[in-house]
């Protein structure tokens, strides 16, 4: 049986001698506290922020208000600026940001719940992806933190 996916991204950072954090809203902290359930994990995680609110996520992460006018919370534009912004905030080699709709309900726009936003940000770009989950709230939850530190463990593997 191998390694749960935060292990694998902590031995992924330790060999690159990489440093992390995180910017979670739809998952609350879920992100980070996987992480920190692995031994050791204070030799590269840094920090997270839970940027829930519009004005969180601009104050702390850098998120211009012009792209959560325009294009909403849960939005390629917003998850590339959290993740940029983490990264910066923190002065991490790597910046993980989720952002999605968690549910029952939607938000006041069009977006289905279950939209999930992730990103990965390094000094050699942003790659983002985004899900659609079916699941209740929790459910919605898990399959995002997921997601995001699958993307994570992707990025710095093949990271040059």
Request: contains cysteine.
């Amino acid at each position: 049986m191998s390694d749960p996916i935060e292990a694998q991204v902590g031995c992924a950072l330790k060999e690159r001698r990489w440093t992390l954090a995180i910017a979670e809203s739809c998952t609350g902290g879920l992100v980070g506290h996987r992480i920190t359930e692995v031994p050791g994990s204070s030799d590269y995680f840094i920090g997270g922020i839970i940027a829930y609110a519009y004005e969180t996520k601009e104050k702390f992460l850098g998120v211009e208000p012009e792209t959560l006018e325009t294009y909403g919370a849960v939005s390629e534009e917003t998850i590339v600026q959290m993740a940029q912004g983490v990264r910066k905030v923190f002065d991490v080699d790597v910046g993980i940001a989720v952002t999605g709709i968690a549910g029952p309900a939607s938000d006041l726009t069009d977006k289905p719940v279950g939209l999930t936003w992730v990103a990965v940000s390094t000094a050699e770009g942003v790659v983002t992806e985004s899900h659609h989950w079916t699941g209740d709230r929790s459910s919605n939850k898990l399959q995002s933190a997921e997601a995001a530190l699958q993307l994570a463990l992707r990025i710095i593997q093949e990271a040059s």
